[in-house]
């Protein structure tokens, strides 16, 4: 299956670590994917619900 987070880019290495230490794969495939521009309001939801 193909699971996709969407969270900041300074909480990438913390969602990596937590992905690693919890999947069942050796070597998981983690990519985080740089994001230049979107739908404002998607992005403005996300920097309300993350966490700092």
Request: glycine share 2%.
């Amino acid at each position: 299956f193909v699971m996709i987070v969407k969270t900041k880019t300074e909480k990438f290495k913390e969602l990596k670590e937590e992905v690693i230490k919890l999947h069942s794969y050796e070597t998981p495939c983690i990519c985080a994917f740089a994001v230049e521009d979107g739908y404002r309001k998607f992005l403005d939801w996300i920097d309300e619900v993350t966490e700092d």
